[in-house]
């Protein structure tokens, strides 16, 4: 599938999360890191321990609050939640607007006051009088001041147009910014009604739904009860049994239903659905049409805000901030917590991610009747459900955590993440602490139900022969930088980075070339500390092919090949 047919899942740009130490000193765990995930991939994380995979994880999830950057998720629409940080964000417009003009007047004017201050260095002549030494020195020191503060004001102007274009693109830089906020406002009101549309669908749906379930119940309910006797009485089972009990419970349930009455109230609901489908429609074509007047406004009245907002490159990058999907950042915790089900995590350790006094039934129900209000009849059918599709069985249901394996254990880690059928998981070492024949179990079911499901997978290890077969595209991490990010193949042909390449050549393997040594290919020191990690490039201390430029300039992340990334001077054509 090429890059353009692939549905966005999840965008990450210039994501940071540091955590304060002391006064003044940060650990960087995660820096500028910028990636998309599309829906159905199985994304790759590697690195050594403390490279930063699992809090950039934990960071999407917005377990813990990003430092700065955006993390913004289409999984779900605008419409879909309604979050309440985009009415506030166009309210604030404006103001984008006018500090980002504030603070480059105010830099501009520091700028006069250093040139002016120059202009009177220039009189005094270092090597003269002490006097003159001393007052060279004075105005030197005052001046680099005034230059390091004019920079912060215009990297706070930056800052502010950057933050409106998030909501506008481009359109934070024209003079109208009242009447585009006023459309996007206009748009916004649609969104919200169509919002309550959806609201209202989902409810009848779900009516809908269940109506149908239960009329197939009710006809089919005596021929599985005759077939699950019939196969106990040829091979008895404790398994039988308890479907056969589960069995008879709904055919107490829907004993006294009436299936001519349930199929003219689903006649009904049917229509009631048209018509919320349609109104749904209907506002949002209306909330397009003023977006799309807001938009005719694009490369009109442009104001010279700073020295760049003229050039068309700087307006198509503000363009690119544009954010159609959802900032998870800017959600409250009510509008996260229906988010959530989408995205769930499933951690390294089975054993310590159960509760050992729950059973097996109750530790997945648990978040079915958190976040829906399935009745505890459905709950225990859907349970049992998940434990057949992770390969338990449903006598499992009652089992406590210490009576299973570690794999068995993982297994209802999984059925757990996935009961709320999200889109996106993150896989957090999820089999470094398996055997390798349960590995590969595990992989293998992971495998399956991605492919039945299109789930997403964020897969963190550091294991390198797991993602080359399990991952789709590969990220390689370094103290909370990115290196490398290619496809699987293209990573393992056709390495790069000189990081990358020493974590191939530490694989363990069975030694051909008996010529070469083992230190030949371990990777030599130790990994610096995040709180003060060295200038230049992070790996420059433990890189054998460390240049000068290394020491002081960080390198970007380039696109060497095509969708093949990498941050090296070594591919950098103007070193
Ligand atoms: S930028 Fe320099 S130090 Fe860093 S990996 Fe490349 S060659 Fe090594």
Redesign the pocket.
Known sequence: MSENNKKLLISTRKLKKYFPVKKGVNLKAVNDVSLKIYEGEKFGVVGESGCGKSTLGRVILQLYPQTSGSCVYYGKSIQELNPKYIQKEINHLKAYQSNAIKYYQDSLNLDNKAKALNDKRKELDPDGSSNDAKKYDKISREIAKIEFDSKELKKNASRQLREGSRTVGSLILCENIEEIAHLFTLAEQEVEKAHECLVKYKDVKNKFDENNVTIHQKINISQWILEIEEKDAKEPSDENKQRLHDLKQIKKRVENVNIDQLTNENNELELELKKLSDKIQKHHEIEMSYCDKAFSFRGKNILNITERTMDPAYQKKLDDNYETGLNLNKLTKEEMRVIRSDMQMIFQDPAASLDPRQTVGKAIEEALAINTDMKPQLRREKTMDLLGKVGLKREHYYSYPHALSGGQKQRVGIARAIALEPSFIILDEAVSALDVSVQAQILQLLNNLSQEKNLTYFFITHDLGVVKHFCDRIMVMYLGNVCEMASSDELFHHTL???TQSLLDAVPRLRVDETKKLEDDVLQGEVPSPINPPNG?P??TR?K???TV?QHKR?ELMEVFPNHFVA???FNKEN
Do not use: A, G, S, V
């Open positions: 980075h000189p990081y490039c790996f420059h890189c092919k460390c240049m290394c390198p090296c001077h070594l």
